[in-house]
């Protein structure tokens, strides 16, 4: 963490200031991870600060498979590089590293999405912790970016992207798929389901649950290679679903909210979760999941924007 915190201050990441009126602010917060490689094997311990969200990154991989674009990936040594600000954005201070003369400020820092056009051809850059995967129908656009990367920060060439934040990528001729297979059979091995049966749908709808802390586990599992397929050329409208129950939660009668976003057939987004109030009818508690959902379109439509669709 202290080597993360001395790399923001070497590099100018911020600029810690009072939070002007007006403005929100973006929490923030520590990854823990062991770097592996494809076979598993540790090859580094990290501490990574990171602003909160990760849909940005299926949403790259979506439009990527729009495009019939390859996607590469890099990593460099520092989680955040420096870049030319074209709007503000405001950030907690990290965890543990709170400004004691000024623990009301916040730092400002660099978005994560970058984007470069040049006639038709168009080149996406995006960052997360330390990781760079980047991608263009134009060849000679990566080439180039990889070239001025290895000459501006140390970092290194991974290749095609294979496996990212615990994903699992396949790009294939017809588009992409996305599964984690490997971090499903590391759960299971963890808590050992390895030769539980498999089932396809894993309960039945309209079963409420109790708490049970001295209940048996259940020792079945759902297919492990399932996942997401973002086929090349594809449609690219954007399109949400949202439900919720009423009073499902038998403890506290507490509501549901489900909803999905896809961007064409690809699904980028999605949330199940309790509500933090107890709805009086099936109407409030829609109205509550809907709000949830449209909160996260308004993102969504504020990302996609920056890819040049104004839904």
């Not at 820092?109 to 991608?135: A, H, N, S, W």
């Not at 954007?238 to 896809?262: E, N, P, Y």
Request: charged share 25%; with cysteine; net charge positive.
């Amino acid at each position: 963490m202290q080597d993360e915190i001395l790399q923001f201050e070497r590099n100018m990441v911020w600029d810690l200031i009072p939070l002007p009126k007006g403005k929100s602010v973006i929490g923030t917060k520590w990854v823990f991870r062991n770097k592996k490689d494809e076979s598993g094997v540790v090859v580094r311990n990290k501490a990574r600060l990171v602003a909160k969200g990760i849909e940005a990154i299926r949403i790259s991989l979506a439009y990527a498979a729009h495009k019939n674009c390859t996607v590469y990936q890099v990593e460099v040594k520092s989680a955040f590089l420096n870049g030319v600000l074209h709007e503000e954005v405001y950030v907690a201070q990290p965890e543990g590293f709170v400004d004691p003369h000024h623990p009301d400020h916040k730092g400002t820092v660099d978005t994560t999405l970058f984007l470069k056009r040049q006639g038709e051809d168009l080149i996406l850059i995006q960052i997360y912790v330390d990781d760079i995967i980047f991608g263009s129908k134009n060849q000679k656009f990566c080439k180039n970016f990889s070239k001025i990367m290895e000459t501006k920060f140390e970092m290194s060439m991974m290749g095609e992207l294979n496996f990212f934040l615990g994903l699992q990528v396949k790009q294939l001729p017809g588009g992409i798929f996305i599964n984690q297979a490997k971090y499903i059979k590391d759960i299971l091995k963890k808590f050992n389901m390895s030769d539980s049966s498999v089932m396809k749908t894993s309960m039945a709808t309209g079963t409420l649950i109790d708490a049970d802390p001295s209940g048996k586990p259940v020792d079945q599992k759902i297919p492990p290679n399932l996942g997401l397929w973002y086929p090349k050329d594809s449609r690219f409208e954007l399109t949400a679903f949202t439900d919720a129950d009423h009073a499902g939660c038998k403890l506290d009668r507490k509501s549901t909210s489900g909803s999905c976003q896809f961007i064409g057939d690809k699904l980028v987004s999605w949330t199940s979760k309790k509500q933090n109030c107890v709805s009086t009818s099936t109407a409030e508690a829609e109205y509550v999941a809907a709000a949830s959902c449209c909160f996260q379109v308004l993102w969504m439509k504020t990302q996609l924007r920056d890819f040049g669709y104004n839904y």
